[in-house]
């Protein structure tokens, strides 16, 4: 079988370096990032008029997933508890044949410069130094299918989260200090309700789990009553 090999053409740039904590799905949280091109990619002649659509198709690379030897037909998808087994044609898993990922995106704006050009997006679902392969306009008259069908799967359920008092001193302190924004911390908070664990232990209680955001670590856990708390935040050491 030949093998195709696809040209990046780009990098996206977001305060989550990690894959935990990231939205599972696009469009849950709407976190500012973007994307930086690289030549010969990044000439502004190629992204002339683009900033006429509201929103973007992006097609990248998981990039930090192990290379499968092997084909693996099935899949555990978290949104079934991370135990039954589907087809991964059948999902969105990340582990696919290709490592490819497809996300749709809110265009923020642009920023061109003479030799440069960066597309500032919100609502993606792809960590910090994502290799990005390709991007299209969002076309709502054919992409949008208004009777679409999605089995069992809807909406996901967002938890209550509540900011316990010593993390809401060093929330205040970080904006203090300039490491995180007001915006930020809200961020945070919402990424934090969509709860990041894996599945098989989003009922475990009083255990303490780490999202990295920027260059901070925040600790959080759920009590018998279902809620996140934020419980301590952490300035990574420079």
Not at 112 to 125: E, F, M, N, Y
Not at 142 to 148: G, H, L, P, R, T
Request: with cysteine.
């Amino acid at each position: 079988m030949q093998e195709i090999h696809l040209p990046i053409i780009g990098y996206h740039r977001s305060p989550l370096p990690q894959k935990f904590g990231t939205p599972r799905q696009p469009n849950l949280v709407e976190l500012a990032s973007y994307i930086d091109f690289v030549p010969p990619f990044d000439t502004p002649a190629a992204f002339e008029g683009i900033e006429i659509y509201s929103h973007l198709w992006v097609l990248w690379q998981f990039h930090q997933n192990v290379v499968q030897k092997n084909f693996r037909p099935q899949v555990r998808p978290p949104r079934f508890g991370g135990n039954a087994k589907m087809g991964v044609f059948a999902t969105r898993s990340m582990y696919r044949p290709s490592g490819l990922g497809l996300s749709v995106v809110r265009l923020v704006g642009v920023e061109c410069h003479q030799h440069s050009v960066r597309l500032h997006i919100a609502g993606a679902d792809m960590i910090d130094g994502t290799p990005i392969v390709d991007i299209k306009p969002y076309l709502p008259f054919v992409d949008s299918v208004f009777d679409a069908v999605s089995g069992k799967i809807d909406t996901p359920a967002v938890r209550k989260v509540v900011i316990d008092a010593q993390a809401s001193q060093a929330f205040a302190d970080c904006v203090l200090q300039g490491v995180l924004s007001a915006t930020d911390v809200d961020i945070i908070t919402q990424l934090i309700a969509q709860d990041p664990r894996p599945a098989y232990r989003q009922q475990e209680v009083a255990v303490v789990f780490s999202l990295r955001f920027l260059q901070v670590d925040v600790d959080f856990l759920m009590d018998d009553d279902g809620l996140m708390h934020i419980v301590q935040v952490r300035i990574l050491a420079s």
